[in-house]
């Protein structure tokens, strides 16, 4: 009996800090309360009473400069501004679905701008990776042998030896993007969610929070995942090299898959079933769509080696 009591008090425990967090992270961003004492800006000499001033937008806050009101201004410089990135992240990182709910309705001042998180993100990354040092671990490059004998005989060697060169030159072609990918790292992630808005746009179609979700909603859904993705990727960075002494940026997919999922569950609004097997599929075409490309590449490079 008293055994009984003493574990349901403490599994009481837990599951109150899990209502909490829960209604924590359901609860949108609270923004800084309204300053009420007057104020004469120091840089148009109106007065008002606020956070800013009206005439010319300077914070209330101004004052002498300080060391540490230099150095946010020096990180203002790299476009961070002073907190809004580290929160942004923050609040990504722990209620992802419904910080992007905010963000969609409407709460824009209180985070950092996605395309600018997902630039700084890449970028740390890249120069992380580049600076530890170790073994770098790169994108497997696609090789392919031809035995080219039975094209011989079928079409001619000189015909056959068109293909072959034609081919050759497409595999250099395909290993020049790959390479170019791990290198403009930023870039191919935004090409990476273009692609995911056209799929989870097709199957996340009238979504229970977001009835009418324009593309572009969607694509900004998938910015702002990905901003999450890349902030654990560094730390898959940090983690593999820690245990492996190896480098490597790319996270296992089937983690960003989890992480897509789990994100898609929040934003959306859907069941977990109902959320599960429309990532899938939204996964699936994405696959398949690159396959697509690339498919359709060696088919352009194959007709023009042939005229
Ligand atoms: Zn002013």
Redesign the pocket.
């Known amino acids: 009996m008293e055994n009984a009591s003493i574990i349901s008090r403490l599994m009481r425990r837990p599951s109150s800090w899990w209502h909490q967090f829960r209604t924590w992270q359901r609860t949108p961003i609270s923004v800084a309360p309204l300053r009420d004492e007057q104020h004469v800006?120091l840089?148009?000499?109106?007065s008002?009473d606020g956070n800013f001033?009206p005439?010319?937008?300077?914070d209330a806050k101004t004052k002498r400069f300080t060391l540490r009101g230099a150095l946010l201004h020096m990180i203002d410089v790299w476009g961070l501004g002073t907190q809004g990135m580290l929160r942004t992240l923050w609040h990504l990182f722990w209620r992802p679905g419904y910080m992007i709910l905010d963000y969609l309705r409407g709460r824009r001042q209180s985070y950092f701008s996605p395309f600018k998180t997902v630039f700084v993100l890449a970028a740390l990354t890249f120069v992380i990776a580049q600076m530890l040092p170790g073994e770098m671990i790169h994108a497997d490059k696609v090789s392919v042998n031809i035995d080219r004998a039975p094209y011989d005989e079928k079409m001619g060697t000189a015909t056959a030896e068109k293909l072959e060169e034609g081919m050759a030159h497409g595999i250099d072609n395909l290993n020049y993007i790959i390479q170019w990918q791990e290198d403009h790292y930023a870039f191919s992630v935004i090409i990476g969610c273009l692609l995911l808005t056209l799929t989870s746009a097709m199957f996340f179609r009238r979504p229970p929070t977001l009835p009418n979700a324009t593309i572009v909603e969607h694509f900004y859904i998938n910015v702002l995942i990905n901003c999450q993705v890349l902030v654990v990727s560094l730390f898959y960075l940090f983690g593999r090299y820690a245990l492996t002494g190896t480098i490597n940026f790319s996270m296992p997919t089937g983690v960003s898959v989890i992480i897509y999922t789990l994100d898609y569950w929040q934003v959306y609004g859907h069941t977990l079933w109902g959320t599960l097997w429309r990532s899938l599929l939204s996964f699936f075409f994405y696959s398949l769509f690159m396959l697509l490309a690339i498919v359709l590449y060696f088919l352009i490079i194959g007709v023009m080696a042939a005229i």
């Open positions: 800006c840089n148009c000499g109106d008002f001033c005439r010319c937008g300077q």
